[in-house]
């Protein structure tokens, strides 16, 4: 079993900046590639961004290339997605997600672990 507990949400102003970060306990994390997702209330489960076991791999959702930044550091057993220049769109409940396959997250959309999630809010 892996728990994933997020942290770093909150409300910021259009533009601004946050970092979200993920905490692993459990099982081996570095075994693990990492994502993030987001949802909207009514919405479907949105892919934001992965990084593979290694951190040598990564995708994005085309909406936030340049502005997102996922990074791992296996010795702290975490995940972080750093987001710059936020927007209105951005605003939703944003989720960390493991699977042993990065391609189980982009592809499938679907994870082995997921978080409770963090809201973050942006504001016009």
């Known amino acids: 079993q892996v728990q994933l507990v997020e942290s770093g949400g909150g409300s910021v102003q259009a533009g601004g900046s946050l970092r979200l970060s993920c905490a692993a306990s459990?099982?081996?994390?570095?075994?693990?590639?990492m994502g993030w997702f987001r949802q909207v209330l009514g919405k479907e489960r949105q892919f934001v961004a992965a990084l593979n076991w290694s951190g040598s791999s990564s995708s994005y959702l085309d909406s936030v290339k340049g502005r997102f930044t996922i990074s791992r550091d296996n010795a702290k057993k975490s995940v972080y997605l750093q987001m710059n220049s936020l927007k209105p769109e951005d605003t939703a409940i944003y989720y960390c997600?493991?699977?042993?396959?990065?391609?189980?997250?982009?592809?499938?959309?679907?994870?082995?672990?997921w978080g409770q999630g963090t809201q973050v809010t942006v504001s016009s």
């Open positions: 459990g099982r081996t994390f570095s075994g693990y590639a």
């Open positions: 997600a493991a699977s042993q396959s990065i391609g189980t997250l982009i592809i499938k959309r679907e994870a082995d672990y």
